[in-house]
Structures are given as structure tokens and as C-alpha cells.
């Protein structure tokens, strides 16, 4: 399988995923204690979205039309035997994820509301970096 054929035409909206996490973990860092509480809930509700967008187009396995990282590489196992490694603590969230965001659900009653900001950060900044690392040089300079 080859570079999905329009992964270069998507690069752009990958990459304004990246640099809107990379600026609401400067945020939560920044801000998220010193703020009322609805900013509070606004900073960490749109740092865990794209947290989350950014989980599954590094580790997930795409359905329909979901964007992989896959898609950016000529062999995709090369990838994925990479990705294995990568988001270990947003993995072991992934339904507390998805309920906080997307789900409305009784269990919101009896989950943690904390989460743990910096695991995140770190977890896509070193999913994000070896993604990068690990491009063919002809994708390379889609992201720079």
C-alpha cells in the first residue's frame, strides 16, 4: 500500500490539530489552576478534544474515512509497530474519554473528574515527534 492518495491535501488539517493541542497544553499548563472554574472547564474540555482527535489518528484503527497516521506512510505496519509503543495512559482512558466528550451518560456520576494534563502532554508531544521522525522524507515538509 502506498501514501494514501490524499494524505498531502489533509496534512494541513493534521497539522491544526497539532498546533491546537500544542497551544491548550501551553494553556492548561498557564492558566488552568489560576481560572474560574468555567474556564477551567472550557480549557480542559478543548485540550481533551484534541488530545483525543490526535489519540486516535495516532494509534486508532481508522474507520470510513477516519485520517490515520497510517495513511502517511508507503508501508502502514511500519506505523503501527511504532504506535504500540505510544499513548499508554489516553489508551487506558479511552471510554472515560470519549464519555466525557462526546457521551452523555450516568456514568459521569461516578468518574474521576481528574485527569492527569501532563501524561497527556507528554503522550501526544512524543507520539507527535516520533511521528514526524518516522515520515517519509517526501511527507516531511507537509507538517513544517
Known sequence: MLIHP??????PKVKYEWDMFRWMA???QNEYQSSPQE??????EDF?????????FFVATPKQD???ATHFFDDPSLWQQT????????????????????HLTYSRLTE???????????????????????LPESAKSWFS
Do not use: G, P, T
Open 66 to 68: 477516519d485520517v490515520s
Open 6 to 11: 490524499q494524505a498531502e491535501i489533509i496534512a
Open 26 to 28: 501551553s494553556r492548561i
Open 112 to 134: 474521576d473528574e481528574k485527569w492527569d494534563f501532563e501524561a497527556i502532554r507528554k503522550e501526544i508531544f512524543v507520539a507527535w515527534k516520533s511521528f514526524l521522525s518516522n
Open 39 to 44: 474556564n477551567r472547564n472550557l480549557l480542559m
Open 83 to 102: 504506535a504500540k509503543e505510544l499513548c499508554s495512559y489516553l489508551r487506558a482512558n479511552r471510554v472515560r474519554l470519549n464519555k466525557k466528550l462526546a
Open 48 to 56: 481533551l478534544l484534541h488530545a483525543r482527535v490526535l489519540r486516535d
